[in-house]
């Protein structure tokens, strides 16, 4: 079982950065996947960036729509996620959960075992 809990969500004005936090209970967090969505009022949860850790070799994916503005990094010994968004644009604005899961990485929220419980993040324009 794993227990993640985001934090760092708030309101910030375009153009501006947040950075994510998930924290993660367990201790074979190194073996987890890790990936950040997003779910806007009335939309779907989507894909915004993964991680994945495998004997030192690091992998990412970004959504494109992040791409360039988003990084995501991992620190294992503190079995903690982070997403750093800069050049936050209004359409940002959602819930952005955390997630894990066995195996390499996905883009699809359903092959995610383990989710945390949400942060808001709101860019106003």
């Known amino acids: 079982q794993v227990q993640l809990v985001e934090s760092g969500g708030g309101l910030v004005q375009a153009g501006g950065s947040l950075r994510l936090s998930c924290a993660a209970s367990?201790?074979?967090?190194?073996?987890?996947?890790m990936g950040w969505f997003r779910q806007a009022p009335g939309k779907e949860r989507e894909f915004v960036a993964a991680i994945s850790w495998n004997g030192g070799i690091t992998d990412f994916a970004f959504a494109d729509s992040v791409k360039g503005r988003f990084t995501i990094s991992r620190d294992n010994a503190k079995n903690t996620l982070y997403l750093q968004m800069n050049s936050l644009k209004p359409e940002d604005t959602a819930v952005y959960y955390c997630a894990s899961r066995r195996g390499g990485i996905s883009r699809f929220h359903l092959h995610y075992d383990y989710w945390g419980q949400g942060t808001q993040v709101i860019v106003s324009s």
């Open positions: 367990g201790r074979t967090f190194s073996s987890y996947t």
